[in-house]
């Protein structure tokens, strides 16, 4: 094989011996869930808790899909330190590359991520191009970017629908992009269809055919259940490089979960001799609670990891078993993924550096305005309930990093509602600088006051929000707990599958609070949107049709 600097074959960083280098792809991949689009600074938080997590690099989005994104990934570049890489992907295709590099140019490790797709489904149907010019065109700009970002960057490329491309094709391709200067070379399994034997096989001829002078990745969606073991037989296989994300979360079905990979790494080292991962799980709860807050994706119960029953014991002998000593039942400890199991009476905080320590104890990083923000609801709270727990705290600091700039603002609301439901309510609000009131009658006292609160709206702004979604559970499981609200809304001027849906959170030990909050914010989410572009506001709106 010939190099593209004949005096050293091996680009990039690479990967130290003994390593398993974790990508995260939450804010790229993950983001793309259908409802998870974030705003910039939601972008940002996510991206300071993966930080805090310390995966090996943090795939910040697609810079060409939007001028949000763009935006967001050039702050994440800018802001991202201590030795995390920042990703940007882009299409083989002019214009997406050379995008793609100036929004990572300030990062400290900035690491660009080409890829085109090399099945003859996607060659056909969806390029329409053949394999002999997708060949060309990855060759090209793997080039290209090597010339452009200098011999130490790291340049991924990536065979999309690789697990469906015919062996000797993806072969040439991987072999080719290698010799064009390519440091990473990462193998998706685009629609989740391969079983891991097979995939480890794919992973050990790739390797065969590049030898060491690639990084080889491999980036696992979970159509059928099985991205998890896949992922986990490539690593077997030679993999070192592993595209993951918070929850699973992704395109339909999602990607490999962070936490199942890097758990599993920790769990069954005698199955992955001499590597590692070197994430800090303790961390591992805390971005799993952003994530699901901040894309509205609830976790289930029986999430592997960080569903909610992921560490509880229900049946008598599962008990004894556990209170005799935890490894009967448990095969890691719940602290080792940041799980304190514990309860905290706010009678107990010494302050703000009280709060400080316990909810760095929780995983949670919050300093300056923030911390008190936080110390003041947490104080108003311990007026309305009896005990703060861990899980109230936890949801106030959600709730204070899930806010937003506000040109709607609730001033104040009344309701009158009786057995059978009927109700009247009232609103009066500041909406876009003038003051407005709405009353109105509804099935139920939320329903009620979420129509006074359109009736004030639309004069000034032509619409209202309409809910698509409403949820509401309890923080804790005591009597007073308090409500927390999510919606997800769009514009009543805004129809049709390509309508912006935007979420909404909402907390209070009132659940009627909890719901206006919730619409407020959504309210407001929408009117940024429309006065900024929603290009602009929402990360997640892609303006390109043919993305992965
Ligand atoms: O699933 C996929 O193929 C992708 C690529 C862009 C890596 O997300
Ligand atoms: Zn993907």
Same mark, same amino acid.
């Given at each position: 094989?010939?190099?593209?600097?004949?005096?050293?074959?091996?680009?990039? @960083?690479?990967?130290?011996?003994?390593?398993?280098?974790?990508?995260?792809?939450?804010?790229?991949?993950?983001?793309?869930?259908?409802? @998870?689009?974030?705003?910039?600074?939601?972008?940002?938080?996510?991206?300071?808790?993966?930080?805090?997590?310390?995966v090996d690099v943090i795939e910040a989005g697609f810079p060409a899909a939007s001028p949000g994104d763009f935006e967001a990934v050039r702050r994440i570049a800018?802001?991202?330190?201590?030795?995390?890489?920042?990703?940007?992907?882009?299409?083989?295709?002019?214009?997406?590359?050379?995008?793609?590099?100036?929004?990572? %140019?300030?990062?400290?490790?900035?690491?660009?991520?080409?890829?085109?797709?090399?099945?003859?489904?996607?060659?056909?149907? =969806?390029?329409?191009?053949? %394999?002999?010019?997708?060949?060309?065109?990855?060759? &090209?700009?793997?080039?290209?970017?090597?010339?452009?970002?200098?011999?130490?960057?790291?340049?991924?490329?990536?065979?999309e629908d690789a697990s469906r491309t015919e062996l000797d094709y993806l072969l040439d391709v991987y072999e080719a992009v290698t010799e064009a200067g390519a440091s990473t070379l990462n193998i998706p399994d685009t629609v989740g269809y391969a079983i891991p034997s097979e995939f480890g096989r794919l992973v050990g001829a790739v390797k065969g055919r590049v030898g060491d002078a690639a990084t080889i990745s491999v980036h696992c969606h979970n159509d059928l259940g099985l991205a998890t073991a896949n992922t986990l037989a490539a690593v077997q296989a030679g993999a070192r490089q592993?595209?993951?994300?918070? $929850?699973?979360?992704?395109?339909r079905a999602g990607n490999a979960s962070l936490e199942e990979v890097v758990m599993a790494l920790r769990t069954r080292p005698a199955q992955f001799p001499?590597?590692?991962?070197?994430?800090?799980?303790?961390?591992?709860?805390?971005?799993? &609670?952003?994530?699901?807050?901040?894309?509205?994706?609830?976790?289930?119960?029986?999430?592997?990891?960080?569903?909610? $029953?992921?560490?509880?014991?229900?049946?008598?002998?599962?008990?004894?078993?556990?209170?005799?000593?935890?490894?009967?039942?448990?095969?890691?400890?719940?602290?080792?993924?940041?799980?304190?199991?514990?309860?905290?009476?706010?009678? =107990?905080?010494s302050g703000r550096r009280g709060l400080q320590g316990?909810? %760095?104890?929780?995983?949670?990083?919050?300093?300056?305005?923030?911390?008190?923000?936080?110390?003041?609801?947490?104080?108003?709270?311990?007026?309305?309930?009896?005990?703060?727990?861990?899980?109230?705290?936890?949801?106030?600091?959600?709730? %204070? =990093?899930?806010?937003?700039?506000?040109?709607?603002?609730?001033?104040?609301?009344?309701?009158?509602?009786?057995?059978?439901?009927?109700?009247?309510?009232?609103?009066?609000?500041?909406?876009?600088?003038? @003051?407005?009131?709405?009353?109105?009658?509804?099935?139920?006292?939320?329903? @009620?006051?979420?129509?006074?609160?359109?009736?004030?709206?639309r004069p000034v702004l032509g619409w209202n929000p309409v809910l698509t979604e409403y949820e509401i559970k309890a923080v804790s499981g005591d009597g007073d707990a308090q409500g927390q609200v999510l919606l997800r809304a769009r514009r009543s001027s805004d129809e049709g599958p390509g309508a912006l849906v935007v979420t909404g959170h909402g907390l209070s030990t009132n659940i009627i609070e909890a719901s206006l909050e919730a619409y407020i914010v959504a309210a407001n989410k929408l009117h940024g949107a429309e006065i900024n572009g929603v290009e602009v506001a929402f990360v997640g709106r892609r303006v390109a049709e043919d993305l992965p």
């Open positions: 094989m010939t190099s593209f600097e004949s005096t050293n074959p091996r680009f990039g @960083a690479g990967v130290p011996a003994g390593a398993v280098r974790i990508f995260d792809t939450t804010l790229r991949d993950g983001e793309q869930a259908p409802g @998870a689009g974030l705003t910039a600074a939601e972008k940002l938080e996510v991206a300071r808790q993966l930080a805090r997590l310390k800018q802001e991202t330190r201590g030795g995390i890489a920042v990703a940007a992907l882009a299409r083989c295709r002019d214009g997406d590359p050379q995008r793609a590099v100036e929004a990572i %140019r300030v990062a400290e490790r900035p690491h660009l991520h080409l890829f085109i797709a090399t099945s003859d489904i996607h060659l056909v149907h =969806k390029l329409r191009m053949t %394999r002999e010019q997708a060949l060309a065109e990855s060759v &090209r700009w793997v080039k290209w970017a090597r010339q452009t970002l200098g011999r130490d960057a790291e340049i991924e490329f990536s065979g592993v595209e993951v994300t918070i $929850n699973g979360l992704g395109e001499d590597l590692a991962a070197s994430v800090a799980t303790e961390q591992i709860t805390a971005a799993s &609670r952003l994530v699901s807050y901040l894309t509205g994706f609830t976790i289930q119960p029986n999430k592997a990891i960080v569903g909610s $029953n992921a560490f509880a014991h229900e049946s008598g002998i599962h008990q004894d078993g556990v209170l005799k000593n935890p490894l009967t039942y448990e095969i890691m400890t719940p602290q080792s993924v940041g799980l304190s199991g514990s309860t905290l009476s706010i009678g =107990k905080l316990k909810l %760095r104890e929780l995983g949670v990083e919050v300093e300056g305005e923030e911390l008190d923000a936080v110390y003041r609801a947490a104080i108003q709270l311990a007026d309305s309930k009896k005990e703060v727990t861990d899980a109230d705290l936890l949801a106030l600091v959600e709730q %204070r =990093k899930a806010d937003v700039p506000r040109s709607i603002e609730l001033l104040g609301w009344s309701i009158t509602s009786s057995s059978g439901g009927h109700s009247v309510g009232s609103a009066s609000l500041v909406v876009a600088g003038s @003051a407005k009131a709405g009353n109105s009658t509804g099935n139920g006292p939320v329903n @009620a006051l979420f129509k006074s609160v359109d009736e004030a709206i």
